[in-house]
């Protein structure tokens, strides 16, 4: 009898410890429901190390846990181009000394388009190039897979990664599976952004967990809802009518978002020392990017501009003329970063910090495996 006792009470205890296992491991877990952000367990430092942070750690430079910011161009060392302006938009570039090692990257559209990186349903991102990383910009959007996501944090991944999870937000109401002809079990590609300030805002607000999911549906919708508005026609596909990608797609809002594009795309190409742009619509500033170096600027200017060209159509007055204030959109810069620090988030390979103050928010994207390099500073309008 006392050693049936024992018997039973080392069963137990096995399956307590199993019971804990699966637990954390995300087993018992019920699947997100359609139109819910999915929530996977944080991998392990050990198990989120790739062959790059292998050979980190192997000659002593690990992801850091450290709450120092690494490399950075000073604000107060930004210099300014003249001002480009097609219609309500002018864009302001920001030149400046680049931090980041000239190695090869690719962004992410680049790296889904060559099939260099292979986005999984997951959300779990695998970069099958050689000797490329793949840069991940806060606020892409990733069409396909079971609704569209926006990613939430920058980060680059490393040649021949390991697959590993992504941090997402649902740009994509009610859809639960594939939509039409699309492959359901991962993503096809990455062409748009999160790129006005009202979509900024509301994703930044979420980050912060000072708004909802639901707030950044409700703000996809608003943008809906303007873009067809000022296009004087219908943007939203049927095939799902809460897709801001597709929505993005439509030929109207191309063809009217491509006037401001056009114009404005070959200015880059007079700076070769060009990190950022500061994005002005109706003579104010609304939001500005800088990066780590000119190459990885230029990449994602596209993208970018045409964010910017979004919100320009979106905020349109006809009739009316504005003047940018130099100095007024160059104090947009430094105004956050002398805000109330917010904090910091962290995840396997970035720290994010956030600074608030009245008038903007300003957010900080840092490599941990690069001793919190500063990989992009994100400003936007309060």
Same mark, same amino acid.
């Given at each position: ?16 410890? @199993? ?10 877990? $019920? ?9 996977? %367990? ?13 050979? =980190? ?48 990257? @690719? ?74 002809? $699309? ?57 799902? %009518? ?26 880059? @190409? ?76 962290? =995840? ?26 500063? @990989? ?7």
């Amino acid at each position: 009898m006392k050693h049936q006792t024992i018997v039973w009470g080392s069963a137990a205890l096995v399956f307590a410890f @199993l019971l804990v296992v699966a637990d954390r491991s995300g087993f018992w877990a $019920e699947p997100a429901p359609p139109g819910q952000p999915e929530r996977r %367990p944080m991998p392990t430092y050990e198990e989120f190390l790739s062959p790059v942070d292998e050979a =980190n750690r192997e000659a002593g430079r690990g992801l850091t846990a450290s709450l120092e910011r690494g490399a950075a161009v000073p604000t107060a060392d930004y210099r300014f181009s003249q001002p480009y302006t097609h219609q309500n938009l002018t864009i302001y570039f920001v030149r400046g000394s680049g931090t980041f090692p000239s190695t090869p990257v @690719l962004t992410l559209q680049e790296a889904m388009e060559q099939g260099a990186a292979l986005v999984s349903e997951g959300v779990a991102i695998e970069n099958r190039s050689s000797n490329e990383e793949v840069y991940v910009q806060a606020g892409d959007i990733i069409k396909g897979g079971r609704q569209d996501r926006a990613l939430q944090y920058d980060e680059l991944i490393p040649p021949q990664s390991q697959p590993f999870s992504l941090s997402v937000w649902c740009v994509e109401q009610k859809r639960g599976g594939p939509r039409g002809t $699309e492959p359901g079990g991962h993503f096809s590609r990455s062409r748009f952004g999160l790129g006005t300030s009202d979509l900024k805002r509301a994703a930044c607000c979420l980050s912060a967990g000072t708004s909802s999911q639901k707030e950044v549906w409700d703000t996809v919708a608003r943008t809906q809802n303007l873009l067809e508005q000022k296009c004087g026609e219908l943007a939203r596909a049927e095939v799902s %009518p809460s897709s801001l990608q597709l929505t993005l797609e439509s030929h109207v809002v191309r063809d009217t978002v491509s006037q401001y594009t056009v114009a404005l795309r070959p200015a880059v @190409l007079e700076h070769d020392d060009a990190i950022g742009y500061i994005a002005v619509v109706n003579g104010r500033p609304v939001s500005a990017d800088v990066y780590a170096s000119h190459v990885i600027f230029s990449k994602l200017w596209p993208k970018l501009l045409d964010g910017a060209g979004v919100e320009a159509v979106i905020r349109a007055e006809p009739d009316s003329a504005f003047e940018p204030n130099d100095e007024f959109v160059r104090y947009f810069l430094f105004d956050p970063a002398c805000g109330s620090d917010s904090g910091s988030k962290v =995840n396997n390979r970035v720290r994010v910090r956030e600074w608030r103050t009245d008038q903007a928010i300003l957010l900080e994207y840092w490599d941990r495996s690069r001793d919190n390099l500063v @990989l992009h500073r994100s400003f936007v309008t309060r």
